[in-house]
T-cell receptor
Framework: GQNIDQPTEMTATEGAIVQINCTYQTSGFNGLFWYQQHAGEAPTFLSYNVLDGLEEKGRFSSFLSRSKGYSYLLLKELQMKDSASYLCAAKPGRGAAGNKLTFGGGTRVLVKP | DTAVSQTPKYLVTQMGNDKSIKCEQNLGHDTMYWYKQDSKKFLKIMFSYNNKELIINETVPNRFSPKSPDKAHLNLHINSLELGDSAVYFC?????????????FGQGTRLTVV
């Protein structure tokens, strides 16, 4: 089966750092996505990790440990516009099955002044 | 130019009606999807088409029927709508099937069945 767990909600202060954890249990694994979704809008791609380690992209970084079934998204120098839901999604494999992303329920991040 | 566009954005309809949601992508992608996002915000895949061929068909009631007239379009028709169908439906597209295939999502269609 497929199971993705992430916290429901987190609150942080503008300028601070927040780390959103995601644990996954999937039958087959070929990478992990993070998407950002503002209220009432479409999810937009943030990052993709397939190998262990940290991928840095400006203020956002994503980490993956395949052996632990664990990923995190790190948001640095938080801005008010970062208030959104952050969705973790596991990619099960290659080919047609690889398109069947399993999403977590999202972590709603609220940035306060 | 909108990459993935779906219409309508909002749809309010009565139980038992039949409705369609349209989706078009101008990214030149060959794979398109329909996802359903329920009130708890879980995004679940419903269907995936690659070059107009159905490749993923999740456990979805057969009242839901996708149609892909060409690889730039994937429409969703829903018969005999039920209250439980109320959700936000997202269309998405991606390039290819293997390896890194970032999905681009449309703005969503908020369906409310009353």
């Amino acid at each position: 089966g497929q199971n993705i767990d992430q916290p429901t909600e987190m609150t942080a202060t503008e300028g601070a750092i927040v780390q959103i954890n995601c644990t996954y249990q999937t039958s087959g694994f070929n990478g992990l996505f993070w998407y950002q979704q503002h209220a009432g809008e479409a999810p937009t791609f943030l990052s993709y990790n397939v190998l262990d380690g940290l991928e840095e992209k400006g203020r956002f970084s994503s980490f993956l440990s395949r052996s632990k079934g664990y990923s995190y998204l790190l948001l640095k120098e938080l801005q008010m516009k970062d208030s959104a839901s952050y969705l973790c999604a596991a990619k099960p494999g290659r080919g047609a099955a690889g398109n069947k992303l399993t999403f977590g329920g999202g972590t709603r991040v609220l940035v306060k002044p | 130019d909108t990459a993935v566009s779906q219409t309508p954005k909002y749809l309010v309809t009565q139980m038992g009606n039949d409705k369609s949601i349209k989706c078009e992508q101008n990214l030149g992608h060959d794979t398109m999807y329909w996802y359903k996002q329920d009130s708890k915000k879980f995004l679940k895949i419903m269907f995936s088409y690659n070059n107009k061929e159905l490749i993923i068909n999740e456990t979805v009631p057969n009242r839901f029927s996708p149609k892909s007239p060409d690889k730039a379009h994937l429409n969703l028709h829903i018969n005999s709508l039920e209250l439980g169908d109320s959700a936000v439906y997202f269309c998405a597209s991606s390039r290819g099937q293997g390896g890194f295939t970032e999905a681009f999502f449309g703005q969503g269609t908020r369906l409310t069945v009353v």
